[in-house]
């Protein structure tokens, strides 16, 4: 992969020099949000790292060279619907096939962990992580972010799992994968939309500080990630029986094709900010910067205790 990776002179000099470094991935801007307010996001993210000292890297792949880093042309490029039919969702079980064929693609949970790790960038942010879809007991259909963190080592920050997803399954396998999930001023694990699943997470921090030491200790003895996990903030939230009620609805409408596999997320969270008039994209948007935020300001902190 390393052969494959071509970085910004920012995220090179950065890294070389022990500077903090967030990633981000670029599914959220092609696939996960509508445009223009997928362009204009993405531009803000970057902009929040910036404003903490912070390198943005966002990542994404262009015939086929994975690009750790992006300016305003690459965003607008991944960013522009009609160039949407040749890019492909890239995850581990395809990256090898879009980086041999010289394809471009954007970034899944899984993909950016990847690249994360080989790069040495320890920290990644992003909306909601993938898990257990619903009905996954039966189905078996597991986003591959789960087990990208046992073979990454890299600190995820999120706003917990999608709410369309089965959450309850999903922290069952972090933990049988031996996970650490910590709670970041929450005792929950968030439900994307809304602050609270009504399922308990063990770990909780309440400061940056205690969380970089936290994260440093297990980079520095475990081989998996971390997911950490940050509430949308309680202005933005969507109350999540309604967010739960509607995505029933959805499924129970929708040809089975067009929720097959990797069209499952989009399809759904394409629907509900119709159906939502907008209120589940406004949330979105507010829980990818909250979470920027936090994500920059966590790598800040553990470079700190780097060069110590």
Same mark, same amino acid.
């Given at each position: 992969m390393k052969n494959n990776i071509v970085m910004t002179k920012q995220v090179r000099e950065a890294l070389a020099n022990n500077k903090p470094v967030v990633a981000f991935e670029s599914t959220i801007i092609t696939y996960g949000l509508p445009y223009p307010q997928n362009l204009s996001t993405a531009l803000e993210v970057e902009e929040i790292a910036s404003k903490n000292g912070v390198t943005p890297a966002t990542i994404s792949v262009i015939d086929g060279k994975i690009m750790v880093?992006?300016? $305003?042309k690459l965003l607008k490029y991944i960013a #522009?619907?009609?160039?949407? &039919? %040749?890019? #492909? $969702?890239? &995850?581990?079980h395809n990256f090898s096939c879009v980086l041999g064929e010289s394809k471009s693609g954007v970034t899944t949970v899984a993909a950016t962990m990847m690249v994360c790790d080989a790069c040495g960038i320890k920290v990644f942010v992003t909306g909601g992580i993938g898990g257990v879809h619903r009905g996954g007991a $039966? %189905? /078996?259909? +597991? !986003?591959?972010?789960?087990?990208? /963190?046992e073979k990454s080592k890299v600190a995820v920050v999120s706003s917990g799992v999608k709410s369309i997803l089965d959450i309850k399954l999903t922290l069952e396998y972090l933990e049988t994968a031996g996970v650490a999930v910590i709670g970041y001023k929450c005792d929950e694990l968030p439900a994307f939309y809304s602050r609270k699943s009504g399922h308990k997470i063990t %770990?909780?921090?309440d400061s940056i500080e205690k969380l970089a030491t936290i994260v440093? +200790?297990? /980079?520095? /003895? &475990?081989? !998996?990630? =971390? =997911?950490?996990a940050n509430p949308i903030p309680a202005k933005d939230e969507i109350n999540s029986n309604k967010i739960s009620m509607l995505v029933d609805e959805i499924i129970s409408a929708a040809d089975p094709d067009d +929720?097959?596999?990797?069209?499952?997320?989009?399809y759904i969270l394409g629907k =509900?900010?119709?159906i939502s008039a907008g209120k589940t994209l406004k949330a979105n948007v507010a829980l990818i910067k909250s979470n920027a935020e936090l994500g920059s300001k966590l790598a800040f902190s553990l470079a700190g205790l780097n060069k110590k």
């Open positions: 880093g992006a300016d $305003k #522009d619907p009609k160039n949407k &039919s %040749s890019i #492909d $969702k890239v &995850s581990r $039966k %189905s /078996f259909d +597991i !986003s591959a972010d789960l087990k990208e /963190f %770990s909780r921090v440093d +200790i297990n /980079f520095n /003895f &475990s081989k !998996s990630g =971390l =997911l950490i +929720i097959e596999g990797p069209k499952y997320t989009p =509900l900010h119709e």
